[in-house]
């Protein structure tokens, strides 16, 4: 785990405490309106490829992945992100399968080498 950086963590408090002193001791002779933002958001863009989709005629999707590899919960995290993504781009619901006793599972196809 990183250590925390206790300076910046003062240093920031005293600038919210001294704000109009701290900028005198800068040399900065103007004055202070409001603290202004210091998170920044930075965004990912990247494509996601699910391997099959089907527009069923009730409106709503099936999707199917084709597999070499077993990654366990991490591949279904994946499958289950590619899911939530499709129906809230399409505004449609996308069907896992379920079993007798109405428990979702997922179509996954897995191909041996």
């Known amino acids: 785990m990183k250590k925390p950086n206790y300076e910046d963590f003062i240093m920031k408090r005293a600038?919210?405490?001294?704000?109009?002193?701290?900028l005198k001791f800068f040399g900065i002779?103007?004055?202070?309106?409001?603290?202004?933002?210091?998170?920044?958001?930075v965004l990912e863009s990247k494509n996601m490829y699910m391997d099959y989709t089907f527009l069923m005629e009730d409106d709503s999707y099936i999707h199917f992945e084709f597999q070499i590899t077993n990654k366990g919960?991490?591949?279904l995290m994946r499958f289950r992100t590619?899911?939530?993504l499709l129906n809230?781009?399409?505004k449609k619901e996308v069907i896992n399968r379920?079993?007798?006793?109405?428990?979702?599972?997922y179509v996954?196809?897995?191909i041996v080498k």
């Open 15 to 22: 600038m919210d405490i001294f704000a109009q002193e701290g």
């Open 73 to 75: 919960v991490e591949d």
């Open 98 to 105: 379920r079993d007798r006793n109405n428990k979702k599972y």
């Open 108 to 110: 996954v196809i897995y």
């Open 29 to 41: 002779d103007k004055k202070v309106k409001e603290n202004g933002p210091t998170e920044l958001v």
């Open 88 to 90: 809230h781009q399409t």
């Open 82 to 84: 590619y899911e939530v």
